[in-house]
């Protein structure tokens, strides 16, 4: 096995049978390898395959075809053994136990994955204060709202400390303070305990700030596999904007129109002139135009390149190319 390699993911495929004669093929032949202390993320847009994924590295159900390796370990096979390493929290709200309080639902999930609840009851009472769920400790899971319920629900996937942390869309109904804490949380349990952390959502900001790698899903079949810097740089044209008080003049309206990458916009007795491109002597040519007639400036700034945009252009380019239709 390659050092470090924590999970391997060959080959697998899903079809569901949705009626008589017609299948789904939800996971087409997917692999990827995640590391020791990584954070993964696996996006798509809806439908893609990244539940699934999830429910067969998590053997809740079983593939078509392929292998997975947890440690090494086949998650078919040896079962029991593949899944003490992995702990998960899957789509929707059936994560937690309904009639178990706050404190209950902690030891619970720790005592399924082997840990003795007594012996780590700090770390229970550390999570308990991290989601700010002390008030309601011993309050029933279903009497939570469904934010804390979220909150419970990744803190029972913490608290046991288990390698491997499976998180589909978890900070779906978060509050925006939760969520910034989590990315927080996430981020230094891989670091400080070598946690490796796979992760699916639709919010790209989490990706960009947490995920060293991801794969993109699209009908069930992977259509980008790099790290997140690497994606980023590929979309990187840089892209700035001038206002300038008043409008242009003619000659400089004229030099302006001769270069492609700018636009210049009228607006409210202002100038907008946008351009982009990552060549640097264009930024000092804008200037000399603008400075040759005495323009004032109000303001320069720089549009960054962000994640979301990137995502949706690995999407689109995918759809173009035709990529495989779902359905078989
Ligand atoms: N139990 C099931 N029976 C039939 N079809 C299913 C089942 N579960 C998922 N599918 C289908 O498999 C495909 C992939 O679904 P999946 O839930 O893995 O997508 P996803 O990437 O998690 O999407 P989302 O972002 O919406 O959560 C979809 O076409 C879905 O309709
Ligand atoms: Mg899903």
Redesign the pocket.
Known sequence: MEQNILLKVSNISKT???RKGEW?K??DDISFSVKKGEIFGLL??????????VKMICALIRGDSGEILVNGINNVKKRTKALRSISAVL?GNRNIYWRLTVRENLEFFAALKGKNPQKIKDKIDYYIDFFNLREKEKVTASNLSRGMQQKLAIATALVSGTEIILL??PTLGLDVKASYEIRDLLKRIAKENGTTIII?T?DMSVVQEICERVII?NN?AIIAEDRVENLMKLFDTKSYRFVVEGKLTSQQEELFEKIDQVVAVEKNSKTEITFNSADTSLFYQIIEVLKAENSIIESISQKEVNFEKVFMEIIEEGDKNGKNS?VV
Do not use: L, Q, R, S
């Open positions: 569901y049978k949705i789904v939800a996971v798509g847009p809806n439908g893609a395959g990244k539940t699934t994924t789509e589909d869309e699916t639709h899903i069930g779902a």
